[in-house]
Antibody, heavy 117, light 107 residues
């Protein structure tokens, strides 16, 4: 059975940094498309970033240059380093995994990031 | 950026009724269109991948169709547990994008 567990969320001041982590079990992150998707309070889903099985990285325009996705195959985890955080980055951040393309087959329960002074 | 437009935004439906949700893409995306269900206070769950492929464990009342720019999610015989917001999502090209969502309420 596949489980994805996000961690690292919390309250952070504007301009600050936070590192989210997604721990996977039941699959190997090295052979998956691993994505981060966020949802602002009361809003819809917004794609943030993906790392492909081949290691290619892609970002939404709203986070490019501020966020960085990475994976640790030995720990079977995927991280999202978030710098220069803004109020509009406030959201639940979900980790998702899929084998054939970034279709988001499996999702974690999410971790809440609140950017506020 | 590919824009996905869902309709309707909201639908109130009686149990056992058929529900149809459409998703239109601003340009052709082949079959790279996926559907998710998000119940209140839960994370999204994949229902249909690549336009018409049912994901493992999803009830057979959920089906998807379409290609190019016009896609449809159908729920044949709505159940009370289907009260949720439904999203379409394209993985044809980056940046990946989601539709705005369709909220389905049970009457």
């Amino acid at each position: 059975e596949v489980h994805l567990v996000e961690s690292g969320g919390g309250l952070i001041q504007p301009g600050g940094s936070l590192r989210l982590s997604c721990a996977a079990s039941g699959l190997s992150v090295s052979s998956q498309y691993m994505s981060w998707v966020r949802q602002a309070p009361g809003k819809g889903l917004e794609w943030v970033s993906v790392i492909s099985s081949g290691g290619d990285r892609y970002y939404a325009a709203s986070v490019k240059g501020r966020f960085a996705i990475s994976r640790d195959n030995s720990k079977n985890t995927v991280d999202l380093q978030m710098n220069s955080l803004r109020g509009e980055d406030t959201a639940i951040y979900y980790c998702a995994a899929s084998t054939v393309g970034p279709s988001g087959d499996y999702w974690g329960q999410g971790t809440l990031v609140t950017v506020s002074s | 950026e590919i824009v996905l437009t869902q309709s309707p935004e909201f639908q109130s439906v009686t149990p056992k009724e058929k529900v149809t949700i459409t998703c239109r893409a601003s340009q052709s995306i082949g079959s790279s269109l996926h559907w998710y269900q998000q119940r209140p206070d839960q994370s999204p769950k994949l229902l249909i991948k690549y336009a018409s492929q049912s994901f493992s464990g999803v009830p057979s009342r959920f089906s998807g169709s379409g290609s190019g720019t016009h896609f449809t999610l159908t729920i044949n015989g709505l159940e009370p547990e289907d009260a949720a917001t439904y999203y379409c999502h394209q993985s044809y090209t980056y940046p990946l994008t989601f539709g705005g969502g369709t909220k389905v309420e049970i009457k």
